[in-house]
């Protein structure tokens, strides 16, 4: 991420965050148990990096939060890209009887702002997600 943040200093090229988390995914280990909590980690993760782009970094943030940084993208494809991540895991069959979802949150690095910033406001979002009602994206719009 420090990288494309000092393109974006340099150059002005702007990059893209999302941040998401597994709904609910306590009541997953606790129902299922913890190798099928992780084979809901895993196979989430493997659902994202099979719709993303070879440029984009995606990789776990911590617990059942995971981080994707996309370079050179407009808000519009930002907000795009989390919707479609979110139906994704939605309709995917994980073999469990309880739904898997994620809730997102998206944004666009402004000018002036640092990567810290960058998260913090991307971790609002993501709150924001959760508080509307889990499974779903949010962020800023144009």
Not at 23 to 51: M, Q, Y
Not at 114 to 138: F, S
């Amino acid at each position: 991420m420090n990288n494309e943040y000092e393109k974006f200093l340099r150059y002005q090229q702007k990059f893209s965050l999302i941040l998401f988390d597994i709904d609910n995914f306590k009541s997953i280990n606790d129902n299922f148990g913890h190798k099928a909590g992780d084979k809901v980690l895993k196979e989430v993760a493997s659902l994202v990096k099979n719709n993303i782009r070879k440029i984009d970094l995606f990789g776990r943030w911590g617990g059942e939060e995971f981080l994707l940084v996309a370079p050179n993208t407009t808000l519009s494809q930002i907000k795009n890209l989390a919707e479609k991540l979110c139906h994704l895991v939605a309709k995917y069959d994980f073999g469990f009887k309880q739904p898997v979802t994620i809730s997102l949150g998206f944004a666009q690095i402004k000018t002036g702002e640092t990567v810290e910033e960058l998260i913090k406001r991307v971790d609002k979002y993501l709150y924001q997600a959760k508080k509307a009602g889990k499974n779903q994206a949010r962020g800023e719009v144009n």
